[in-house]
């Protein structure tokens, strides 16, 4: 079944996974070289070769990962990823991708890309609702590392799924990967979701199969409001639609949706809060303390406020 969905971060040669290490087969590379990446003992595979390393360890560090981890579990951004899921649903009841879709009747699985997946929040949930594969990706192998033991422990990793059965599982491969060098075939993926990540237009166009889908969640105007004027004194939104223009050429947007979710907060959630998000992180110190100091009294109230745009690959005539 997955023949070929892999392509060698090295020399771009089909990439075959196996339980203890993948290879390529080398085909497209001079000296026919087979390239190896063990299978680590929680079921990820790093394929981020140290050339495409821009720093020592790239993507989110283990703390803000671990305080992510604790403030997602607590169910404060759930409005988000009920909102993501129900989308995700109907994009695959409804057409290309339903049970009568092109996809299935050339027996091709469904396989669904999310990147910078993080410590899979979202990823566990999107597990559930119905496509075959589930490539979760990241640069930051904590995350990734995180990732996967909580998918072995639910039996949703890639080898721990049985293949003649239906279940409602999709088959999680955590990957420690660059969004700027999938790691994967063109016109392999059914669809991607980036929430709050990178996001590569072309590199996102090249994986992506014809009319294939992009979802991508970013905080929406007025996000965590109360929290920013604590921490700045000049807030300055920050311009939420660019990216749509870059994203133009090859990706035409079907529906913008809005959730926002009011949060009362106790001081070890606001902690968490401003850990995991980078520009709350970059605030003066003494400002961060202050604040926190300040909840340690009195109630926190901020709102959140997220937007999701669906995408649609334009199909090239
Ligand atoms: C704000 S976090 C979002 C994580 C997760 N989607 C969530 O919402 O809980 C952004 C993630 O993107 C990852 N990331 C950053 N640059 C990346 C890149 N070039 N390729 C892949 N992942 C990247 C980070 O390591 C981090 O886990
Ligand atoms: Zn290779």
């Known amino acids: 079944m997955l023949v070929s969905l892999f392509i060698c971060p090295l020399c771009q040669s089909p990439l075959q996974p196996a339980l203890d290490t993948w290879r390529c087969d080398g085909s497209l590379n001079l000296k026919h070289t087979n390239h190896p990446f063990d299978v680590a003992r929680q079921g990820y595979v790093n394929l981020l070769p140290v050339q495409q390393k821009k720093s020592k360890a790239p993507g989110d560090s283990q703390m803000s990962i671990e305080a992510r981890k604790r403030f997602l579990n607590a169910g404060y951004y759930q409005p988000l990823q009920a909102l993501i899921c129900q989308k995700m649903t109907e994009l695959l009841a409804q057409n290309a991708l339903g049970a009568e879709s092109i996809a299935k009747s050339n027996n091709k699985p469904i396989t669904w890309l999310d990147i910078g997946c993080g410590e899979g929040y979202y990823t566990q949930a999107i597990a559930k609702i119905g496509m075959d594969i589930l490539l979760a990706a990241d640069i930051s192998k904590p995350a990734v590392v995180e ?158 406020k997220f937007v999701v745009y669906v995408l649609q690959k334009i199909a090239v005539a």
């Open 147 to 304: 990732l996967a033991k909580a998918s072995k422990a639910a039996g949703s990793l890639w080898y721990q799924q049985d293949k003649d059965d239906c279940g409602k599982m999709a088959a999680i491969y955590p990957l420690v990967t660059s969004a700027a060098n999938l790691p994967l075939r063109a016109h392999s993926v059914t669809g991607i979701s980036s929430i709050f990540s990178p996001i590569l237009p072309e590199a996102f166009n090249q994986v992506l199969s014809d009319e294939g889908y992009l979802i991508i969640a970013k905080p929406d105007i007025g996000h965590l409001a109360t929290m920013r004027d604590a921490l700045f004194d000049d807030v300055r939104e920050h311009d939420s639609d660019k990216f749509l223009h870059e994203l133009a050429p090859y990706f035409a947007l079907m529906n913008t949706y809005h959730v926002s979710t009011e949060m009362t907060l106790a001081v070890d959630d606001l902690a968490d809060l401003m850990t995991m998000t980078p520009y709350a992180y970059r605030a003066h110190s003494e400002k961060r303390q202050a604040l926190l100091a300040k909840v340690v009294t009195e109630t926190f109230i901020t709102e959140a």
